[in-house]
């Protein structure tokens, strides 16, 4: 490879002794330059070289190594991803993400597919559509024109496991379906959920995952839900979960204070309402008295009746015992009588049984007889199958005999044909035939195949000249515009640069990153007045620079620039810069400084073009070191920049360079001055427009020859059509030559297998021979088993005869048993006619014992009834004494004439307000009640104020804690970018209402003010979300967090800001860990 320079002057590179102030040479970076001189080879490979690499290389002589993916796997958190691949997934056709350990920044311009890659992490980890903003549907992302999808993500396994995990994801358009795999075994969505969580995923947290059609949202959060995000993102689970316990605590403990208030209130209001009703409620108490008095009279009432039927019970008893003596006497009696009936009627019922048992034999008798029966039938059919069986046989002879004439038959006549021998089929004769047709066919197919390729040759032709006839007309329609401009320059400069500058234009695709071209035309002078001094600065190679931004993409231009196999240039320098300007900016002092002693800035503040480029120019150039300004200096000032950290500086028309030599000591410094030229390029002037009369000769010369293409594509085009026609008849003739071939191929090949048939039908003649001769044993074997079937038969018959028998003898016993039964009937109704009046007379004292005996248990229950009840009113407990006092000959009648006295005094007593009485009860009860409820409610309330204090306890020193990281963190962001800023936690009665409290100050002269939507812009607020995401970064118990257009709505300050802050926290916080 060629070596690597910064372009024709000589640069010293420093070494580790040599201060800033000495060196007038750039840091390297990774460029390559070809010009006149002799180019220089390496063994080292300086595509893979950045200018980081370069420095590191030149400094300290180690080499540099990288490993097979371009990144180390080291520094994954477990369930970080290390891989995204994608397959026709939105503008994605095949892509494959490798993001690093630590920050990884996606950058492109609008449309390039940013925004697709967070939208394939969050559908690749089984997170729904909405927590993108975009598409309602999964079918929607997958790729135009195409039907499925898939989406496969690595994440970093924890350390217990053996490899990482790989989820895999196939959404399929049609029904809008998506297929799961883990690790290349299909799984359910949930179980791709349940990783996910298990690793510490949010991707429904705004906090970690913030997709650009969300980032407003997540800007618009209010300060009570971004602290609910926050604790989600940072804190453990359980704060959470202690946060949401506190607000329902303190919802709890609001309404248990305002019940109690409210009860309090109420017992006061209803302890005055219930003196007033006093007076009336002592009348009525004396009335109550009386009244109690008669309910209790009356409640003696089941007392006094149970007296009187306990003396009815009593007598009652005696009579129904009289009654049953006479039935027990009367019964003892006439007793012989009784019994001769009962014998009669057991003989009676043993004749019953005896029938039926009888009745039962004939039943069995009857299905042996069916059972024998069914056998025979068995017999009968086996023996007409055999029949049939050798009918077939029969029949089957018969067939096989006329068989035999056939095949015979068929053999004479296939010998017949094989003494008729057809013509002897020629092969190799039709064969050379058919090649020669087609041997004259592929003969105009090549001839068409020439005519093709000139044809398409000359379209070629004729869409380059078309193509170069478009470019011309732009160049010429752009000629007179200040971009045609600076082409123009820039070809009259060097013609090579041109060449690679178009060449890089028309093959943009093949680049990783932009590609930029020559400062010449990237950049401009933003003040002309400073345009002669920033050219001084310049060497011609320095305005004719290519810059790549990958070591890929330097190799591609290498080699399609360079190579000697591509366009061979030889003017023109190429470099690779991978480091953004803010991080190779280093200026010696600030502007301000730099005003006091008598310049007006850094040279690179006045120059406008690509960061990029800038950042290339930083390390040719030194434009972030050299100082500008319009006016002369004094010699104060002179002095004063001689003894500074500037060693650069153009004031006026002069150009200084102060050398020092600090082994002579500090004053030891020499000065050369020369003077500088007027700018020739960076002056806006109007250039030399001779180019056009050449670019209209050129496309004159192009459109002519345009003209004769297209007449000779049209003779091509007719040559083809005859070739095509002749081509055509030919193939016509091949077919039918074949055609005949093909016949008497066939007609021999019949002939050929006549032997083979004639051999296969003798084969069948005999096989046909073999089964008739084995008729006749066939025919004897079913005569045994028709003979065997006969023997079997008679024997069930003579059985059979046997069993109808035994039926006809069972029928017999059946009727006499009957006979026997209607006998003993007749006997048993003789003797209880004979017997009838002692029955009658038996039957008549049982009904009048049993009418005694059913008074008796009446009246017995009534009693038991009322004594029961006397029992329930006694168990009361009340009164119980004056129950048991009651006079046992007391009747029901004096009882009542005592009740009515009571009533009578009741009548004397006026009741007043017959509800104070009653209004007085419901009150009293409810001031229980409510003194109840106030008592447990300020319990209840004691416990949940020590639930909120001991949770409290545990929950905001956490809370503060975290708040205090975050703060520091988000504090230490703003300060890496000249501002200030802190995070601060609202503390509210109510836990709902507790919130994050972000103050910022981007000013010198503010103070800290509130973060919201008045006091800051747009871009001020995205550069605070953006910290404090960042901020978040080192506590949070994710393992990785996405955020999509993270500089969204703001202005370029705020984001240079931003990417500074962003690039120095990340990788400032890697470098402190490694």
């Not at 796997?73 to 503008?91: E, H, L």
């Not at 920050?103 to 925004?115: D, Q």
């Not at 009246?859 to 006079?887: M, P, R, W």
């Not at 936690?985 to 709902?992: G, I, L, P």
């Amino acid at each position: 490879m060629p070596s690597l320079s910064t372009g024709n002057r000589r640069r010293r590179v420093p070494g580790p002794e040599s201060s800033d102030e000495g060196d007038d040479s750039p840091a390297p970076t990774n460029s390559r330059v070809s010009g006149a001189s002799k180019r220089a080879r390496t063994g080292q490979d300086s595509s893979q070289l950045s200018d980081d690499d370069l420095d590191q290389s030149a400094m300290n002589g180690i080499s540099l190594r990288q490993n097979g993916n371009g990144h180390s796997q080291d520094g994954f958190q477990p369930g970080a991803i290390t891989r995204v691949k994608v397959n026709n997934f939105v503008t994605y056709e095949d892509a494959v993400f490798n993001p690093g350990p630590n920050l990884n920044m996606v950058i492109g311009p609008n449309g390039t597919g940013k925004s697709s890659l967070v939208c394939a992490i969050c559908i690749g980890l089984g997170y729904g559509a909405a927590n993108l903003g975009r598409a309602a549907k999964f079918s929607e992302f997958v790729k135009h024109g195409k039907d499925q999808a898939t989406i496969e993500i690595e994440l970093q396994r924890k350390p217990e496991d053996r490899s990482n995990y790989i989820i895999k994801v196939r959404i399929t358009r049609e029904g809008d379906k998506r297929k799961w795999w883990i690790n290349g075994s299909e799984a359910p969505l949930k179980n791709v959920q349940q990783l996910v969580r298990g690793l510490g995923i949010q991707v429904d947290n705004l906090c970690q995952f913030l997709p650009q059609d969300r980032v407003s949202e997540f800007s618009g959060l209010s300060p009570v839900a971004l602290l609910h995000e926050t604790q989600r993102a940072a804190a453990p689970p359980e704060m959470l979960t202690w946060h949401d316990e506190l607000k329902d605590l303190r919802k709890n403990q609001k309404g248990i204070q305002l019940n109690l208030e409210t009860d309090e209130e109420t017992l006061r209001t209803q302890e005055e309402r219930q003196e007033g009703l006093r007076g009336d409620v002592e009348r009525l108490q004396e009335r109550a008295q009386i009244q109690e008095k008669i309910a209790l009279l009356e409640s003696s009432v089941p007392f006094v009746d149970y007296n009187v039927k306990r003396r009815h019970y009593i007598e009652c008893r005696e009579r129904a015992r009289e009654a049953k003596n006479q039935l027990v006497a009367l019964e003892a009696e006439f007793a012989p009588t009784v019994q001769a009936v009962n014998n009669k009627e057991e003989y009676h019922r043993r004749i019953d049984v005896a029938a039926k048992e009888r009745k039962k034999d004939l039943l069995n008798s009857e299905r042996a007889a069916d059972n024998f029966f069914a056998q025979v039938e068995e017999a009968n059919e086996g023996i007409k199958e055999l029949e049939q069986k050798a009918k077939s046989e029969r029949d089957g002879e018969q067939k096989r005999k006329q068989q035999y004439a056939a095949i015979k038959d068929k053999i004479a006549a296939l010998e017949a044909q094989l003494k008729n021998e057809p013509p002897a089929f020629d092969g190799p004769e039709w064969n050379a035939k058919i090649r020669a047709e087609e041997h004259k066919c592929r003969e105009i197919e090549a001839e068409q195949r020439q005519v093709t390729e000139k044809r398409e040759d000359l379209d070629r032709q004729g869409n380059d000249v078309r193509s170069r006839v478009g470019e011309k007309e732009k160049e010429l329609a752009t000629l007179n515009s200040q971009q045609g401009k600076n082409i123009s320059l820039l070809r009259s400069i060097s013609r090579d640069a041109a060449t690679a500058w178009e060449w890089i234009q028309a093959n943009r695709s093949k680049f990783e990153k932009d590609v930029f071209g020559p400062p010449l035309i990237e950049c401009r002078v933003k003040d002309p007045r400073y345009a002669n001094a920033i050219e001084s600065l310049f060497q011609k190679n320095d305005f004719m620079v290519i810059t790549a931004q990958t070591s890929a993409d330097f190799k591609i231009l290498d080699e399609q620039l360079l190579g000697a196999s591509n366009l061979r240039l030889a003017d023109i320098n190429l470099r690779t810069v991978s480091r953004s300007l803010g991080q190779v900016r280093n200026s010696p002092m600030p502007t301000h400084e730099l005003e006091k002693l008598g310049l007006d800035g850094w040279a690179l503040d006045y120059v406008d073009g690509p960061e990029p480029v800038l950042s290339m120019l930083c390390g040719a150039v030194r434009l972030d070191r050299i100082a500008v300004g319009l006016k002369d200096l004094n010699e104060s000032q002179y002095n004063a920049l001689t003894s500074s950290a500037v060693s650069t500086f153009v004031t006026g028309r002069s150009h200084y360079s102060v050398q020092r030599r600090r082994e002579y000591g500090p004053g030891a410094t020499s000065t050369t001055t020369k003077s500088i030229q007027n700018a020739r390029y960076w002056t806006g002037q109007p250039i030399d427009t001779n180019d056009k009369h050449e670019l209209e000769e050129t496309l004159k010369g192009l459109r002519e020859n345009f003209d004769v293409m297209k007449v000779e594509s049209v003779g091509l085009k007719e040559k083809l059509r005859v070739l095509g026609e002749q081509r055509s008849t030919i193939l016509e003739t091949i077919k039918i030559l074949k055609a005949k071939k093909n016949e008497a191929q066939l007609i021999a090949g019949r002939f050929q297998a006549l032997p083979g048939k004639i051999e296969r039908e003798k084969e069948n003649f005999q096989a046909v021979k073999l089964v008739s001769d084995n008729y006749r044993a066939r025919m004897r074997e079913i005569e045994a088993q028709s003979d065997e079937l006969v023997l079997k038969k008679n024997a069930l018959s003579i059985g059979y005869k046997a069993l109808v028998q035994g039926i006809r003898t069972a029928h017999l016993s059946l009727q006499e048993a009957k006979f026997r039964l209607i006998e003993a009937a007749s006997d048993v109704e003789s003797l209880k006619e004979h017997s009838s009046n002692i029955t009658r007379r038996v039957q008549e004292e049982r009904q009048n014992y049993e009418r005694a005996n059913e008074e008796y248990k009446n009246v017995k229950a009534q009693a038991i009834a009322v004594h029961n009840q006397c029992i329930s009113i006694l168990a009361e407990g009340n009164n119980k004494e004056y129950f048991e006092t009651i006079d046992k000959d007391l009747t029901i009648e004096q009882l009542e004439q005592d009740i009515d006295a009571e009533k009578s005094k009741l009548d004397y007593i006026h009741d007043g307000n017959p509800g104070a009485l009653r209004e007085f009860e419901t009150r009293q009860a409810t001031i229980d009640r409510l003194t109840a409820t106030i008592t447990s409610a300020r319990a209840e309330l004691t416990s949940v104020d020590a639930s909120i204090a001991s949770l409290r306890s545990r929950w905001e020193p956490e809370l503060d804690k975290l708040i205090a990281s975050i703060s520091a963190a988000f504090a230490h962001n703003f300060e890496q970018i000249g501002c200030a800023g802190e995070v601060g936690v609202h503390k509210d009665e109510d836990f709902d209402l507790w919130a994050i409290e972000i103050r910022v100050k981007f000013r010198e002269n503010e103070t800290l003010q509130q973060l919201d939507q008045h006091r800051q812009s747009g871009g001020e607020r995205s550069v605070s979300t953006i910290f404090y995401l960042m901020a978040l970064q080192s506590l949070a118990r994710s393992p990785f967090r996405v955020v999509d257009e993270i500089n969204q709505g703001m202005d370029p300050r705020n984001e240079r800001m931003e990417d500074e802050g962003v690039v120095y926290c990340e990788w400032g916080a890697y470098a402190e860990g490694s």
